[in-house]
């Protein structure tokens, strides 16, 4: 009989538990937070199609960017990647930023034009990654985010951005 009432007493007490821990209604919402890595936006590839333009002898194409604003201008980051399959058939991304002097990319709002020099890129796949400005640099004597410049950032991989970003480097 002792065990039958603790039995019982233990049923209640589970019982009890689970009826009194129902879901009530949801609170206000809190806050918005700062920024964080999932602010980061990207392109999907874009396969180009670069026309000659014998006036400054550079093959040339304009990509639509509607991501690209005034503020993303005035304190974001844009990166650029191409995409390509060596004849072996491996796939390769290289920051756009490694080709130098052969390809120039002028950013404007809701635009990106590419020029190169000597090679036609038509068919190549391009991404564009951009990262808002959130917070602004102690560092502007160095000019440098996290010991970065600009250009260092612009020639590393989107991983390597996203640990300098992230401070897990």
């Not at 390597?160 to 897990?168: F, R």
Request: glycine letters at 10%; proline letters at 5%; one cysteine or more.
């Amino acid at each position: 009989m002792k065990n039958v009432k603790s039995l019982l007493a233990v049923a209640t007490i589970i019982i009890m538990g689970v009826v009194g821990c129902s879901k009530g209604t949801t609170g206000p919402a809190g806050p918005v937070g700062p920024a964080g890595p999932d602010s980061v936006l990207y392109s999907s590839w874009i396969s180009l199609s670069t026309v000659y333009n014998s006036n400054d002898s550079l093959y040339e194409d304009t990509l639509v960017a509607p991501s690209i604003t005034k503020s993303i201008i005035d304190s974001g980051v844009i990166l650029s990647y191409i995409q390509y399959t060596d004849p072996n058939g491996i796939v390769h991304i290289q920051p756009m930023a490694s080709l130098g002097g052969f390809v120039f990319e002028d950013f404007t709002i809701g635009k990106i034009n590419i020029a190169v020099r000597g090679l036609d890129l038509t068919g190549y796949l391009y991404r564009y990654v951009i990262i808002p400005g959130s917070k602004k640099t102690l560092s502007t004597q160095t000019g440098k985010i996290n010991g970065y410049t600009p250009a260092e950032l612009k020639a590393m991989s989107y991983e390597q951005v996203q640990q300098v970003l992230s401070g897990k480097n």
